[in-house]
């Protein structure tokens, strides 16, 4: 995570793959995304917002599963999870948060279906819609799949989220980034400990 900005204007804050970050001071939340997804999550009440930036650890899925049960949507609901509590600790309840997502581009040359299954800009697509469906989070605005990378800009002063398309020139050096982001991924996944809360 960098920040940026002159003095007099809104910090702007740059996050990077599996970081996050929540705020209700005058700032902008950046990021790079490619196959990786972008929620950027928000509560008009309080002027706050949140964003995280994740890929699943699957390059493939079969389309057959619900998502909740693998292994790889377990790692997008820590994404996830991580970013809500850390809004919910500024104040927020899961009631008032509002999305906009944005992400998801088939980029690590995966464009097609095989079979039964669905790669990896097509599963991260399915994945945030589908779980902000079950946690009742409304999306405002989405912009997913494609074939093209996003610059995101997440503006607390308006809660506008200001994207702008990446040219192809720059496809293959974002490819790689997503590679990396989804190689942390499979990492962090095998390396978090497994813990059970009773309710």
């Given at each position: 995570m960098k920040t940026d900005g002159p003095e007099g204007t809104p910090r702007r804050v740059t996050i990077?793959?599996?970081?996050y970050y929540s705020t209700t001071g005058r700032e902008v939340i950046s990021t790079l995304v490619g196959s990786c997804v972008a929620a950027c999550l928000y509560d008009p009440k309080l002027n706050l917002i949140g964003m995280n930036h994740f890929m699943l650890s699957n390059t493939r899925y079969s389309q057959t599963l619900?998502?909740?049960?693998?292994?790889?949507?377990?790692?997008?609901v820590h994404a996830m999870e991580l970013l809500i509590n850390d809004m919910m600790a500024k104040g927020t309840n899961r009631s008032r948060l509002r999305a906009k997502v944005f992400g998801g581009a088939s980029i690590l040359g995966d464009q097609e279906k095989v079979g039964n299954f669905s790669c990896v800009g097509e599963?991260?697509?399915r994945f945030i819609r589908e779980y902000l469906a079950q946690e009742k989070i409304p999306i405002d605005a989405?912009?997913?799949?494609g074939c093209f990378g996003r610059v995101i800009n997440f503006s607390n002063g308006d809660f506008y989220v200001y994207r702008r398309k990446i040219d192809t020139a720059r496809s293959w050096a974002l490819a790689q980034n997503d590679r990396e982001c989804w190689r942390q991924a499979v990492v962090s996944q095998k390396e978090?400990?497994?813990?059970?809360?009773l309710w």
């Open positions: 990077f793959p599996s970081e619900p998502m909740h049960i693998s292994e790889a949507g377990r790692y997008g599963v991260n697509c989405e912009d997913l799949g978090a400990p497994v813990k059970v809360e």
